[in-house]
């Protein structure tokens, strides 16, 4: 097994052992480290190491009342004057057979943005408890140094940043959306509180507001089914939480008193089936094979093939697939216990099973209340058919009869000689311009492994309204479901993966290529050029044209992201996060770096501003 300082970058970024990356290069199959934590398998190898707490056993949620928690929900509102908060919160969550290694280069890149690679060696010496939460020290990117120009005191200037994997569902990724999302709410309160008590332990609150409070951020970037597991965590995180438990002897009496107030800050996604797998598989398949598929994969299948829909379940169709279902369902819900084949049990019914989680997770108040509170929505989706489990349809919760404007504010395709052009920048246009730049550190411009990145604008309502050129749309969950998603305001980034995918595609004959988002993005710039001329009208009116030209509904993003000009196999999925479950998945899917190293980079620097 590897030695823990073998893996750079590594040693105050990954849970609990340094060396957990390493720790799968034995070669093992890849199933049997899906299921398995890092922190149990290098447990062995570092027993020096202080022991961390299992912040997924201890059950907080219970001592909530729901509906105090939807009350906090909905009468959030942001705070009228900046805060500022002890810490930032990220929380990583993994997806489907996942681990807390899943998302470990992420976590990586991180720590580069936040302190700096020449810095690794004096940090891990300054601080020994930076393996067990990966905890990193006070950012050093330019920004923060902006920040501490203009302060007294450099270390009390910018809040600390905390990354941490989530481990709740490692081996539990069958039992359903709710399940999973109530472990994960359940461990986010739980580490949140035990760490914001260790720091005012320690001394370390670094909160300049009133001893009966102290403010955090919370964000969370999800990946794939976990960005589900998020959506759904949200309906459950209350934003004023104790900051000891009632079960504490040595709680102070100021420490039972004190609050920690949480404020959303921003959520992400990445190839997440927001929209579900129904009727957005990579092939089109009949509803009846999604309905054995589905059921055969347990509570989660259902919920993702939205098997409890009523909007798919009438006529004589709905028998078939029902009949089929029930027979699937009842020769996987017997299963033998491990070690014993006397021992058989029968898994229990979701009392809530009659629901369409997903469908509920994008009309509900319940469910988009609280995520409307995120100051930030961002979703990365794999254009160009590169993504075989989560095409890109469902990432960005596009529908081919939805007319919601998403604002172009990047592409790869546009002139790289200043960006946008200068007459239009004014207004809504500049503002989003100031967005991209904040973002990216350059107007105009995103790195070649970016199609686009569009913005949808946030509405005053919880849902969209509904496209008027489509009569029975009250009717279509899914456009209804892509429509109430879009009104929340989104950041989405359209990416491609082609070139990064380990095995080489095959270019198509040029009558079989349709019309990529580049092509269309391309198209439109040429019709703004077009309409040059004089005059203050002509500046006008080219403005507007600009700005229109400039505008896709979710109809040409699903059409133009559906299909590219090669044939390639469709592993983009794992390539785009740098999935690193395993030593072999580390491997196969590094190309995927610097998308990732382009993600950490952008919420490093939104939650620096």
């Not at 960006?419 to 995103?446: I, M, P, S, Y």
């Not at 349709?514 to 040429?526: A, G, H, Q, T, V």
């Not at 009116?541 to 469709?570: E, F, H, V, W, Y």
Request: charged share 25%; net charge negative.
């Amino acid at each position: 097994m590897g030695n823990s300082s073998s893996l750079p970058n590594g040693d105050h970024v990954v849970d609990t052992a340094a060396a957990a990356t390493a720790v799968y290069g034995s070669g093992s199959e890849i199933d049997s480290v899906d299921d398995r934590s890092a922190t149990s398998v290098a447990e062995s190898d570092d027993d020096d190491k202080e022991e961390e707490p299992d912040y997924t056993k201890m059950d907080i949620l219970s001592k909530f009342d729901s509906d105090e928690v939807l009350e906090q929900h909905t009468s959030y509102s942001p705070p009228s004057s900046a805060i500022r908060p002890s810490v930032h919160y990220v929380f990583l969550v993994h997806g489907w057979l996942g681990n807390d290694l899943e998302m470990s280069y992420l976590a990586e890149a991180f720590h580069k943005n936040i302190s700096g690679e020449e810095e690794e060696e004096e940090e891990n010496g300054d601080n020994g408890r930076l393996h067990a939460t990966k905890r990193v020290k006070r950012s050093r990117s330019p920004a923060t140094f902006a920040l501490q120009k203009e302060s007294n005191n450099e270390e009390d200037t910018h809040p600390e940043i905390v990354v941490y994997s989530a481990k709740c569902n490692i081996g539990k990724t069958h039992d359903g959306i709710r399940n999973g999302g109530t472990r994960l709410a359940n461990e986010i309160i739980n580490f949140i509180q035990s760490d914001t008590l260790k720091r005012r332990e320690e001394g370390d609150s670094g909160n300049d507001d009133d001893d009966d409070a102290i403010n955090v951020t919370f964000s969370l970037v999800g990946n794939s089914l976990g960005g589900l597991y998020s959506r759904f965590a949200l309906s459950k995180i209350p934003y004023e939480i104790p900051l000891s438990s009632d079960n504490s002897e040595d709680d102070s009496n100021s420490s039972s008193k004190t609050k920690i107030r949480l404020f959303p800050n921003i959520f992400c996604t990445t190839a997440t089936p927001h929209l579900g797998i129904s009727q957005h598989t990579y092939l089109p398949i009949p509803r009846l094979a999604e309905t054995i598929i589905g059921t055969g994969m347990g509570a989660t299948g259902r919920d993702l093939f939205r098997l409890n829909s009523d909007a798919m379940n009438d006529g004589a169709a709905s028998k078939v697939n029902a009949a089929a279902a029930k027979t699937v369902k009842r020769l996987s819900s017997f299963r033998i216990l491990q070690g014993s084949n006397a021992n058989i049990e029968v898994e229990a019914e979701d009392e809530d099973e009659s629901d369409c989680v997903v469908r509920n997770m994008c009309l509900g108040d319940e469910f988009l209340v609280p995520l409307r509170n995120f100051r930030k929505r961002i979703a990365y989706a794999n254009a160009y058919g590169t993504d075989f489990q989560v095409p890109c349809q469902t990432a960005a919760f596009l529908n081919d009869n939805s007319g919601v404007c998403h604002f172009l504010i990047g592409a790869r395709c546009l002139r790289t000689d200043g960006g946008l052009d200068e007459n239009v920048e004014e207004g809504a246009e500049r503002k989003r311009c100031d967005d991209l730049q904040a973002d990216t550190g350059e107007e105009g411009a995103v790195p070649p492994f970016v199609v686009a990145v569009l913005r949808t604008d946030k509405q005053s309502q919880t849902q969209s309204p509904r496209n008027s050129s489509r009569q029975n749309a009250a009717s279509d969950d899914l456009l209804q479901m892509s429509q109430s998603l879009d009104a929340l305001g989104w950041t989405k980034v359209f990416v491609d993966m082609r070139d990064s995918i380990p095995v080489p595609g095959l270019r198509k004959p040029s009558w079989m290529c349709p019309d990529s988002l580049d092509d269309l993005i391309k198209k439109r710039e040429e019709v703004s050029d077009d309409s040059e001329g004089e005059g203050s009208d002509e500046v006008k009116n080219k403005s507007l044209r600009t700005s229109t030209c400039r505008m896709l509904t979710s109809q040409d993003l699903s059409r133009s992201t559906a299909a590219g000009d090669s044939i390639n196999i469709p592993l983009g999925h794992t390539v785009m996060v740098a999935n690193s479950k395993s030593e072999v998945y580390k491997q196969m899917n590094f190309q995927g770096r610097p998308v990732m190293d382009k993600l950490a980079h952008d919420i490093v620097m939104s939650l620096e501003n």
